[in-house]
Every structure is written in C-alpha cells, then in structure tokens.
C-alpha cells in the first residue's frame, strides 16, 4: 500500500532570482521517490535553509522542497498513523 507523505513544496520567488518561497504543503507518494538529495536554499522567512530536491522514479521530474533529507527519511519510516 502506497504511504502519502506531507511536504512543504518551494517554488522561485517573484522578489530575487536566488531565492526562494516556501507553497503550500504538498502530498507525495513515498513509493515514487527515487532519490532526496541535499541542497541549501535562500527561502523567504527563512533565511538559507536545508531543504531537499527529491527525484522521482520517473526520472523525469523533480521537486524542491523545504524539508531536509533526514526529515523526509524520518516520514517515510514512520508509522503511517504519524505522517497525516
């Protein structure tokens, strides 16, 4: 059974090239995730943060998002009753 975990997705910001603004949270599919990736990231309100760019088994896409890799391992790992 496929476990949907919640994820705050970044998109550019409209103010900087090199920045970025945290969106709306996200639901992914644990079992499409490829890879998570570690990256530092200018997001506004707050300030250069460790987030990830996680890869999908597609390959074909991938997604910034303001969680660190160790968050996003922790979610998948958990119990599905503590990632809603």
Do not use: H
Request: hydrophobic share 40%.
């Amino acid at each position: 059974m496929p476990k949907f975990i919640k994820v705050t997705e970044l998109i550019p910001s409209d103010e900087k090239d090199d920045q970025y603004d945290a969106a709306i949270p996200t639901w992914l599919n644990s079992d499409q995730i490829l890879r998570v990736y570690s990256t530092r990231y200018d997001v506004v309100d707050y300030g250069t943060s460790q987030c990830s760019l996680i890869t999908f088994v597609t390959e074909q896409a991938s997604l910034s998002v303001l969680e660190a890799p160790e968050e996003i391992i922790s979610l998948i790992e958990a119990p599905s009753s503590l990632t809603a």
